[in-house]
């Protein structure tokens, strides 16, 4: 089955200046591949040649289906995941730490969530080398603190390298008795030696706000010990964080008018060498997909910023829930960058997967894209990724379909070539109070 049908449906009309409406299809679609089974699945990275899954409910802790899991990113046809654990509450997202940490090859995962029962989370180190050891949590155990995402960072200069990461405390239920909802920066120092794991690291504050993810300015240009984005959802702006030339922690507020903040990432959005910001917000009403241009021979701290709106209109349909999650660019073609990529965007609460097209994909200067949305997806889409992972020249795509207990493998193909996958609809969700409760994979109830 070709996605004509649901093209003619989804694919926002092309204004075309004699005045006529006519629908155009992107020259490129996704194809779908397989389905590989996993127990609602949330955040997808791809490190190295692995590609990794954190699966979570909102079960008691006692009856968990928590996990972590990889698989060999090229073998998507035909491997299996393995999982590395099942012990964290509620894993988030995860990073690749270098070898020199911890001696290893490690995973640092955030863990934890707003849903009662999960609010107490941390941070957590995974032995890549050796699966069948249990994973150490090396953040503080605070009540009703939790993480998502925490990077390497060496904070205090003596030469090991720390995490920095931000914690969450958001009860769904403000009973008195709680302290009050909010975000801090952090870090967690790493006591150094080689039983540096042998003990929690002490959790230092670096300032009041940025609260689920954040993302570090990873290329080589950066103030130290880092530059970083925080995507604030409770406070509903995205802060720009960085250290002044004092070695003083600073803010700057880059957009205070996009509302609850979901992601927000250094990127080169439009494939023309500069680095940009990509941003979703999350909203129960017309979310949207953002990016943000400066001169990058000047500071962010100071240079002018513009904002560019990609996509608004991504709706939530869920009884609770919020739209859109988390975006990012992707050629569709791995050997040809000549033109600008495409976007691809998890609907989240809004059941769909979006893709928005550049109108011009040579016109670097343009911030036009048209948005299809390429299938509804019946349920939460948690965070997906992207890579050629066999070298074929065709990226590959990973999406969590968090209530249908599957990841949706497809790769990039020319539009008339795609092959549908089978009907969501007719996947059966999974039983139990995740599903009836609608909490989102990545957001807010
Ligand atoms: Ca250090
Ligand atoms: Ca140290
Ligand atoms: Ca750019
Ligand atoms: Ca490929």
């Known amino acids: 089955m070709k996605y004509s049908f649901v093209a003619t449906l989804f694919t926002l009309s092309v204004v075309l200046s004699a005045g006529l409406t006519v629908a155009e299809n992107p020259k490129y679609g996704l194809s779908w591949v397989k389905d590989i089974p996993m127990p609602t699945p949330g955040f997808l990275d791809i490190f190295e040649d692995h590609l990794y899954f954190t699966s979570f409910n909102a079960e008691p802790w006692f009856l968990s289906k928590n996990g972590v899991y990889r698989m060999a990113a090229a073998d998507y046809e035909s491997a299996e995941p393995e999982l590395l654990t099942d012990e964290l509450d509620w894993p988030n997202d995860m990073t690749l730490l270098d070898k020199e940490m911890f001696g290893f090859n490690a995973l640092a995962v955030g863990h934890g969530f707003l849903v009662p029962g999960h609010a107490t989370g941390g941070v957590s180190i995974i032995n890549l080398d050796d699966p069948s050891s249990k994973p150490v949590e090396i953040s ?71 609260d689920f993810l954040i993302n570090m300015r990873d290329d080589g240009v950066t103030s130290s010990p880092f530059e970083l984005l925080a995507p604030q959802f409770l406070t509903e702006l995205i802060n720009y964080v960085y250290y002044d030339s004092d070695g003083v922690v600073q803010n700057r507020t880059l957009d205070d008018q996009l509302g609850n903040a979901f992601a927000a990432e ?21 979310g949207g997909v953002f990016a ?28 609770k829930g919020m739209a859109p999650g988390h975006s990012y660019p992707v050629y569709p073609r791995s050997d040809d960058t000549t033109e600008k990529p495409y976007i691809l965007v998890d609907g989240d609460g809004a059941e769909n997967y979006i893709l928005l097209s550049p109108t011009d994909g040579s016109d670097f200067e343009s911030w036009d894209y048209d948005m299809t949305v390429l299938f509804p997806t019946e349920c939460t889409v948690g965070k997906s990724v992207s890579a050629d992972v066999d070298g074929d020249g065709w990226s590959e795509v990973f999406i969590p379909l968090y209530e249908k207990n599957i990841v949706r493998v497809m790769k990039f193909q020319p539009w008339d070539e795609c092959v549908e996958g089978p009907p969501l609809n007719e996947v059966s969700d999974r039983e139990g109070d995740a599903v009836e409760e609608g909490f989102t994979a990545a957001g807010v109830a």
């Not at 002018?304 to 991504?314: F, S």
């Open 266 to 286: 250094f990127l080169d959005v439009n494939g023309d060498g500069s680095l940009d910001i990509l941003a979703t917000n999350h909203l129960t009403s017309n």
């Open 140 to 210: 503080a155990n605070l009540d009703n603190w939790f993480y998502h995402k925490a990077y390497p960072r060496d904070m205090d200069g003596d030469g090991d390298l720390d995490l920095v990461t931000a914690r969450c405390r958001d009860n769904v239920i403000p009973f008195p008795w709680n302290p009050p909802n909010g975000g801090e920066l952090v870090w967690l120092e790493n006591p150094g030696g080689e039983n540096n794991l042998a003990d929690r690291w002490v959790e230092h504050e670096i300032m009041e706000g940025p």
């Open 292 to 319: 943000y241009t400066w001169d990058n021979t000047l500071s962010l701290s100071t240079a002018k910023v513009t904002k560019h709106t990609l996509a608004t209109g991504i709706n939530n349909v869920q009884e």
